[in-house]
């Protein structure tokens, strides 16, 4: 900040100046002139000799216009002091609090210099300090007891505060620490549940590679086909159904039944393993448990059509040929293209007597596309010994 400097009052102590005279004075405690005239009543500031008046000076107690308390001494005249306070009469042991001071009422001479104060010298102003220390101060335990309170507040403030931010710091570890665990469990059963995805995919391949080769007659490699897919998936009660249809197949009963138990162990409504344990009784000459197994695989599954072919040959073998005969025509019902609902039918309608119907489900065997060469040559068998 750049400017003129103004000019500051004088510091220090200034001499006295009699020769001091100022024109068109002004008090600056009420603003009014001080006129030459009441000069002898005018009061100047030692300081920055600005004029006042005496009563402005005596009400006011110090210069209006700098602060200072010490007015300008005159020839023959003593300086007032500032402020004086009123003398306390002593208490004196046994006597008169109101007994006035020694020595009142008498003026002291003035030609005669103060008294040298008791114990001067170093000495004295040593003795002097101890007193003063051992001496109690008014107010200074109060002091001392305020600051130690105010000091202990401010410890108690910081030491919440501290505590505050450890707290949220813990907080936020374990949060980060919970947030860890919680991302490591899931892209840990984002990967459990990936390898569960490929074997299931693998399982199902070798699974329609096994149907392959039964459909083409190579029973031991559908069987080895079976186990490679029980042994990716040892929990899967549809892969020790799908063996125990193998074995069934290549002629092993006995671990076809043991296969079927461990599926339907794991899962009692599975349709397929009833069936084939159904077919696996029925080659063993176990008929009752047969029909048993294939009534409670349609009770599941009313219109699964393997079950009801073979429960519709079961019913022909124990000599049934209309329950056999409404059997064969739900299935065809739900799949009118199956050739082995198809010439099931035409059996049961034959032992029945009915020539035409045994002899309509015959010729439409023979058109159908799907027939096997076996079920063609059954068809022909049954369209020669028809009347």
Not at 22 to 42: I, N, Y
Not at 359 to 373: G, Q
């Amino acid at each position: 900040m750049t400017g003129k400097k103004t000019a500051q009052p004088p510091r220090g102590r200034i001499e006295r100046r009699d020769d001091v005279r100022l024109a068109a004075a002004r008090c600056p405690f009420c603003h009014v002139d001080v006129h030459s005239e009441a000069e002898a009543a005018a009061v100047a500031c030692e300081r920055c000799l600005a004029r006042h008046h005496e009563a402005c000076w005596d009400e006011a107690r110090r210069c209006s216009a700098c602060g200072a308390r010490r007015r300008l001494r005159r020839a023959g005249r003593r300086a007032a002091p500032a402020r004086r306070r009123a003398a306390r009469p002593r208490r004196r042991r046994g006597g008169d609090a109101r007994r006035a001071p020694r020595g009142a009422g008498r003026e002291p001479p003035r030609d005669r210099r103060p008294r040298p104060r008791r114990g001067g010298g170093r000495r004295g102003r040593r003795a002097r300090a101890r007193r003063a220390r051992a001496r109690p101060r008014r107010g200074r335990g109060r002091r001392r007891g305020r600051a130690r309170g105010r000091a202990a507040r401010a410890r108690g403030r910081l030491a919440a505060r501290d505590a505050r931010l450890a707290q949220e710091a813990a907080e936020d570890r374990s949060w980060e620490e919970r947030d860890r665990a919680r991302r490591a469990a899931e892209e840990e059963e984002r990967a459990r549940e990936e390898a569960r995805r490929r074997v299931r995919a693998r399982v199902d391949r070798l699974t329609r590679d096994g149907r392959r080769h039964l459909d083409e007659g190579g029973v031991d490699e559908a069987v080895q086909t079976f186990r490679a897919a029980l042994a990716l998936d040892p929990g899967s009660p549809a892969a020790h159904a799908n063996l125990a249809l193998g074995l069934a197949r290549a002629g092993a009963h006995d671990e076809a039944l043991r296969a079927c138990d461990q599926a339907l162990a794991l899962d009692a409504t599975l349709v397929e393993a009833r069936v084939t344990r159904a077919s696996a009784l029925a080659l063993a000459g176990r008929l009752a448990e047969a029909r048993a197994d294939l009534d409670a695989a349609l009770a599941v599954h009313p219109t699964h059509t393997t079950a009801l072919q073979n429960r519709a040959l079961l019913r022909l073998r124990l000599g049934d040929a209309a329950g056999a005969e409404a059997d064969a025509s739900v299935a065809l019902r739900v799949a009118p293209d199956d050739p082995q609902a198809r010439l099931t039918r035409a059996r049961a309608r034959a032992a029945l007597d009915d020539a035409a119907g045994a002899r309509a489900d015959a010729e439409a065997l023979l058109a159908a596309p799907a027939a096997r060469d076996t079920q063609r040559a059954a068809a022909l068998d049954l369209l020669a010994r028809l009347p």
